[in-house]
C-alpha cells in the first residue's frame, strides 16, 4: 500500500510539473505571438479608407477598460473613424526603458513598437485604414509609448496626442531627424505622478519638464519662436492653452495646461478609480483631442 501510494505522489508531483511548464510555455508563447487588441468600426467606414486612431492605455490599464472610459467610439460614429485599442500583455508598455520583471525590480527589453505595428497590420486585414491619416494617443505610459512609436516609426502618423505625461528622456532617445509631427499635450499642474517639472533621478533628468518637452517639439517642427511667444492664453475656467501654428509642413504643437488636474483624464472618471488627483471638469479631453484630429485631416 505504501509503495502504490508513493507511486501516485510522485506522478502527482510530476504531472505537476509538466503542466506548470505547459503553462508556462503557453504565457510565453502569448506574450511573444498573440495580438490582444479591442477596434471599434462605425458602419460608414466599411465603403472607403477610413483614418484611424490608436489609443494606448497607461501602466496597469488594459483595451477594454480603455474603451468605455475614454468615449472616443461615440466620436468614431460621428466622423467615420476606426479606433485601435492595443493590450499590453502586462499592463506597461517599452517606451525605450524595458519594462518591469515583476518581483524582481529589473528591466527587460521588449518589441512593443512590432507588437502594435503587427494590430495595425492585422486590423488592416478586415478594414480598410487610411494610412495618410493615422493618430496615435496615450495617456501617461501610453503617451511615452506614442511618443517613441512616433519617433522609431518617423512619418507613419499624422498626429500625437499626450494626455498626463511629458517626454520621457529615453522615448525620444536617437531621435534628431525626424519628420515634424503635430503634437497636443493636456497635462494637469497638480499631477504628482509625472509632474508638469518633468522627472530628475539621483541627479539625472529622465523626464522632460512640459515645458522642456513643448520646446523639444517646437525644434522637431521648426516653428517659428515669434509665433510661439509661450504665453498661455486663458481658454475656459481653469485651463490655459498655448498654440503654435506657424511650423514646417503646416504642422503645429497646441498644449492645454490644467490648473487643478492631477494624474487624469479631464471630464471623464475611470472606471475602475484608478485616476490619481483631481479630474478637471472644464474640458472634455476626449472631445478636444477629436476636434484637433478632425482639422488635421
Given amino acids: 500500500m505504501l509503495v502504490f501510494i508513493k507511486k501516485h505522489v510522485i506522478g502527482l508531483v510530476i504531472g505537476s510539473c509538466c503542466l506548470a511548464l505547459l503553462l508556462i510555455g503557453l504565457a510565453?508563447?502569448?506574450?511573444?505571438?498573440?495580438?490582444?487588441?479591442?477596434?471599434?468600426?462605425p458602419a460608414s467606414s466599411a465603403n472607403s479608407q477610413a483614418p484611424f486612431l490608436v489609443v494606448l492605455h497607461g501602466t496597469g490599464g488594459d483595451a477594454r477598460t480603455t474603451q468605455k472610459w475614454l468615449g472616443f467610439d461615440e466620436f468614431a460614429d460621428e466622423h467615420g473613424f476606426v479606433v485601435i485599442y492595443p493590450h499590453s500583455p502586462d499592463g506597461q508598455w517599452d517606451a525605450g526603458a524595458?519594462?518591469?520583471?515583476?518581483?524582481?525590480?529589473?528591466?527587460?527589453?521588449?518589441?512593443?513598437?512590432?507588437?502594435?505595428?503587427?494590430?495595425?497590420?492585422?486590423?488592416?486585414?478586415?478594414?480598410?485604414?487610411?494610412?495618410e491619416k493615422a493618430f496615435v494617443v496615450g495617456i501617461s505610459d501610453g503617451a511615452s509609448m506614442a511618443f517613441r512609436l512616433s519617433c522609431k516609426l518617423d512619418g507613419s502618423f499624422a498626429g500625437l496626442a499626450s494626455v498626463a505625461a511629458t517626454i520621457p528622456v529615453y522615448a525620444n532617445?536617437?531621435?534628431?531627424?525626424?519628420?515634424?509631427?503635430?503634437?497636443?499635450?493636456?497635462?494637469?499642474?497638480?499631477?504628482?505622478?509625472?509632474?508638469?517639472d518633468g522627472i530628475v533621478y539621483r541627479g539625472i533628468r529622465i523626464y522632460l519638464s512640459l515645458e522642456e518637452s513643448?520646446?523639444?517639439?517646437?525644434?522637431?517642427?521648426?516653428?517659428d519662436r515669434q509665433d510661439g511667444d509661450r504665453r498661455y492664453q486663458p481658454y475656459v475656467g481653469r485651463v490655459e492653452r498655448l498654440q503654435v501654428k506657424r511650423?514646417?509642413?503646416?504642422?503645429?504643437?497646441?498644449?492645454?495646461?490644467?490648473?487643478?488636474?492631477?494624474?487624469?483624464?479631464?471630464?471623464?472618471?475611470?472606471?475602475?478609480?484608478?485616476?490619481?488627483?483631481?479630474v478637471n471638469r472644464d474640458i472634455d479631453a476626449t472631445a478636444i483631442i477629436v476636434e484637433w484630429l478632425m482639422e488635421l485631416r
Fill in 28 to 41: 510565453l508563447w502569448w506574450r511573444a505571438n498573440w495580438l490582444a487588441y479591442q477596434v471599434y468600426a
Fill in 98 to 131: 524595458g519594462v518591469l520583471e515583476p518581483g524582481t525590480g529589473e528591466r527587460t527589453r521588449r518589441d512593443d513598437i512590432g507588437y502594435i505595428v503587427k494590430i495595425i497590420e492585422e486590423v488592416a486585414e478586415t478594414h480598410s485604414l487610411d494610412r
Fill in 173 to 196: 532617445k536617437n531621435c534628431t531627424t525626424v519628420k515634424p509631427l503635430s503634437a497636443l499635450f493636456i497635462h494637469g499642474k497638480q499631477d504628482t505622478v509625472l509632474p508638469l
Fill in 214 to 223: 513643448v520646446d523639444w517639439w517646437l525644434s522637431r517642427n521648426g516653428c
Fill in 247 to 278: 511650423c514646417r509642413d503646416n504642422t503645429e504643437v497646441r498644449v492645454y495646461r490644467v490648473n487643478d488636474g492631477g494624474h487624469s483624464w479631464p471630464m471623464r472618471d475611470h472606471p475602475g478609480g484608478l485616476t490619481t488627483g483631481h
